[in-house]
């Protein structure tokens, strides 16, 4: 079975053809609405989530698909003390496909290792989050026409963001990129992404103000509170950006703004109303690309 751990599990031509399907589905959505009938999938969620796990059921069920699982895992038999091998090998004998988010690095990978049917990563602690990468990579296609010949901002939390440590390195294996890591010293990008960045150029800097003019996509990020062992550090690094429509105006006129979702304040709600704001958009793109995952994973055409 295909597993998707982590980003590279997937060749350039594959994540491309997932992308392109993303399209598609995107164009005429309910030319699909049969294919994934008599499948079952599992949303196995061991932390909170509202777009990724609304998305991995909307689009299993817009694809004639069910859908099982849990988003307390108190719930679950993990509350007696199950291990996740055994919680996984035991889901596998019921569905086709199992989607998990955990809040250990690393989880995605031990439930891959033990599941009978096809395995996404829904988001693993700190570590990946490799359906939101195929989501952003949707977005910039769709928004920019192209993956390549970008200059790319990632700004705010670069140490606990786990979507911009999947997405700096599919970004990475797509020709001239270049990205601009904006962080303060205390949340920077991990050495292990950035020694994972091949030859792509990159520069870190702590300042939004003096970069923006020169991004094609400024992806920000919400400061992880939950990840912080120190909450006086969080407190202090809360705000440390906040894009509002003034720093918005030395941007290009077709620069698109990103997020992940949830927000906090790093984008105040008045960027909302601006046409380069994408990240609501970007949540859509999320469920019909995975439309397109969950067929890929299952071996199903239209
Ligand atoms: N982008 C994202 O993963 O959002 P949720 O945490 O709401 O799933």
Do not use: W
Request: net charge negative; aromatic share 8%.
């Amino acid at each position: 079975n295909k597993h998707l751990v982590k980003p590279d599990d997937f060749t350039v031509e594959e994540i491309d053809s997932i992308i392109e399907l993303g399209m598609q589905i995107k164009q005429n959505p309910r030319e699909y609405i049969k294919v994934c009938e008599g499948y079952l999938m599992a949303t196995l969620f061991y932390e909170p989530s509202t777009r990724t796990r609304l998305s991995f059921e909307s689009a299993m069920s817009r694809l004639g698909g069910k859908i099982i699982g849990f988003s307390d895992p108190n719930a679950s038999s993990v509350s007696k003390g199950e291990s996740l091998e055994d919680t996984i090998t035991t889901v596998s004998k019921y569905v086709d496909i199992i989607a998990m988010r955990h809040p250990q690095s690393g989880a995605a990978q031990q439930a891959a290792s033990v599941s009978s049917v096809p395995f996404i990563n829904a988001g693993d602690g700190g570590n990946q989050h490799p359906t939101q990468t195929l989501t952003d990579l949707l977005t910039i296609k769709s928004c920019m026409k192209r993956l390549d010949n970008l200059t790319i901002g990632m700004c705010g939390d670069l140490k606990y963001g786990r979507t911009v440590h999947s997405l700096a390195k599919a970004m990475s294996r797509y020709k001239n990129i270049k990205f601009v890591f904006i962080s303060p010293e205390e949340l920077k990008m991990p050495e292990y992404v950035l020694n994972d960045l091949g030859d792509t150029q990159f520069i870190e800097t702590n300042s939004l103000d003096d970069s923006i003019a020169e991004l094609d996509i400024l992806y920000m990020t919400r400061i992880q509170r939950e990840r912080f062992e120190d909450r006086d550090e969080y407190e202090r690094l809360k705000d440390v950006y906040i894009l509002d429509s003034k720093k918005m105006e030395n941007a290009k006129s077709d620069m698109i703004v990103m997020h992940p979702l949830p927000r906090v304040n790093e984008i105040s709600t008045d960027v909302d109303i601006d046409s380069r704001a994408m990240y609501f958009e970007q949540a859509q793109y999320g469920m019909y690309v995975r439309m397109a995952l969950i067929m890929k994973l299952l071996g199903i055409s239209k």
